[in-house]
């Protein structure tokens, strides 16, 4: 809000809280001095406000009402996830025989890539 700015004009200030960043200045003044200057306009004007601004009961039925549902859909989320069981296919034949082979392991553990100028087949011989 930027400086002389205006709000709740007409509304009940009971059990509100204002929080502002900077320091403000409030100057709240009498709904009967307003009424008593232009007490048409000023009267429309919180008729109107008391239509449109919903009350506290209806805040928090409305607050209710959300987190029934915001309850309901968590409990239908876990109800679906634990019913529902994914199947596991893995078994020993999906697993690379390079790594299942004992002697396979022995031989990427101790050597190191691109060091070795010899060319080593899968017969154990060794070419120049």
Not at 35 to 60: G, M, V, Y
Request: proline share 5%.
């Amino acid at each position: 809000m930027s400086q002389l700015a205006t709000f709740n004009i007409g509304e009940h200030l009971h059990s509100r809280f204002y929080i502002s960043k900077t320091k403000v200045k409030l100057l709240a003044i009498p709904q009967y001095w307003l009424f008593s200057r232009d007490k048409a306009t000023w009267n429309n004007l919180t008729i109107f406000l008391r239509t449109r601004l919903p009350t506290r009961e209806q805040l928090f039925d409305e607050f209710a009402k959300n987190r029934k549902w915001l309850d309901y859909r968590k409990e239908c989320y876990f109800n679906i996830a634990d019913t529902t069981q994914k199947p596991n296919l893995n078994n020993i034949n999906n697993v690379p025989l390079g790594i299942r082979l004992e002697e396979d392991l022995y031989y990427f553990v101790h050597t190191k890539p691109f060091t070795c100028n010899k060319k080593i087949s899968f017969l154990g011989d060794t070419e120049p």
